[in-house]
């Protein structure tokens, strides 16, 4: 059975300052709108598959970050299981959008979750949607700080700071 399951694979893909938003796509076969994804390609893994997707569906270029985890359904009579990752789209788009994509939306969260069509993707990005933004914005913060040259480390040995500070 394991062997007749489809592999998909995608993103929460986010982009934008204090607003973040959140890409959505129409599928041309349907007008269907949906999370970016796709089914990946022979022996490609699940992260690889996920941004090559997203890139061909969205047209940007990401950085993948933390995994966000998997919705199954039946599709054409087989199980299918999609796996999701937040990511992180560049500034401007660098490449076409595939045939399949009728059009891409930038949305903000709420609005993310009301357009797209299949309810159990609906219930994911509710779910794992606000995560995915808190997530970003820790992370930028983070960025932000700048370690002070009278930073003690707490606990750890001084190679282990000097390492943390650099990153």
């Known amino acids: 059975m394991a062997g007749n399951t489809i592999h998909a694979a995608g993103g929460v893909v986010l982009r934008g300052g204090g607003r973040p938003r959140v890409a959505v796509v129409q599928r041309s076969k349907d007008g269907l709108w949906v ?16 941004r090559r ?11 993948v970050r933390e995994f966000l985890g998997a919705i199954t359904y039946r599709a054409q009579g087989r199980p299918k299981v999609v796996q999701f990752w937040r990511m992180q789209a560049a500034a401007q788009p660098s490449h076409e959008v595939a045939d399949d994509i009728m059009a891409v939306r930038w949305l903000p969260l709420a609005a993310a979750v009301k357009r797209l069509n299949y309810p159990l993707e609906k219930l994911f990005l509710d779910n794992v949607g606000r995560y995915a933004i808190r997530r970003r914005k820790r992370r930028s913060r983070k960025k932000a ?21 650099r990153r």
């Open 35 to 50: 999370l970016p994804r796709g089914k990946l390609r022979r022996d490609e893994s699940p992260i690889v598959g996920a």
């Open 53 to 63: 997707e997203v890139t061909e569906k969205t047209g940007f270029r990401v950085r």
């Open 145 to 165: 700080r700048t370690p002070t040259a009278k930073a003690k480390p707490r606990g750890r040995s001084i190679h282990k700071a000097v390492r943390k500070a």
